[in-house]
């Protein structure tokens, strides 16, 4: 299995490029000023894309994501419910926030030329490497992906996007986001997880679910 990543951009979002047969690669999270990183990447690794993906729809996680799904001409997926960032990527921030950040971006954001949803595409999202739950709270479309892994001592890679960090979990004060609905995210889908997952998220180091479940004060009971 081929597995690179990088943080780019100035929220440090983390960027994954995954094959998973080590030829075949999924691109996740292509976020701000990550294309040429990546590109950079799938190159040097001579591997072909089959698809862009989107833990969700945060500007810092699919700025540049239509642009190379457009550039290798493969799909976008991503949960329909968020949607609407893809073309309207100040959506989810407060107004002076959304005036500092949109700015940056090179080029305005779209919607790329083929767009998939886990949630209407559901046949042709079986044949993605991934295993996909919805795990709203962050924003209403974001999703866990998990792929078995048969590491000494680990059974799944999961990343998880926004919705859980080493020590942390994805903010719920911003536009989409609701403490409720990541409290029953947290309690169902993530303690769902097998507890030898190896935890990828959007932000920051890696982790376990297991060393999560002991030590973060938000999966803590």
């Known amino acids: 299995m081929y597995l690179a990543s990088f943080a780019s951009g100035v929220f440090q979002a983390n960027c994954y490029i995954c094959a998973p047969d080590g030829k075949t690669a999924y691109l996740i999270d292509v976020g701000m000023d ?9 190159a040097d690794a001579g591997l072909e ?8 729809g945060h500007i810092d996680h ?3 994501a239509a642009e190379l799904a457009d550039e290798y001409a ?10 609407m960032m893809l073309s309207d990527p100040g959506s989810w921030l407060n107004p002076l926030a959304a005036a500092q950040t949109v700015p940056m971006l090179k ?4 919607e790329p030329e083929r767009l998939l949803f886990y949630d209407q595409d559901a046949e042709l999202a079986k044949g993605l490497p991934f295993a996909w739950t919805h795990a709203p709270g962050h924003s209403p479309g974001s999703v866990l992906l998990a792929m078995p892994y048969g590491g000494e001592g680990f059974s799944h890679i999961v990343f998880t996007g926004d919705v859980v960090f080493a020590g942390s979990v994805g903010r719920t004060d911003i536009p989409g986001g609701d403490k409720d609905v990541m409290r029953a995210t947290l309690d169902g889908p ?9 935890l990828l998220p959007g932000h920051g180091p890696q982790t376990t679910l297991a060393r999560e479940l002991a030590a973060n004060p938000y999966l803590r009971r």
């Open 107 to 110: 080029r305005p954001m779209v």
């Open 74 to 83: 493969v799909p976008l997926w991503i949960h329909s419910a968020d949607r």
């Open 62 to 64: 699919t700025a540049e």
């Open 190 to 198: 993530v303690r769902e997880l097998p507890a030898e997952s190896v």
């Open 34 to 42: 990550a294309a040429d990183t990546a590109r950079q990447a799938v």
């Open 49 to 56: 894309v089959a698809a862009v993906i989107a833990t969700h």
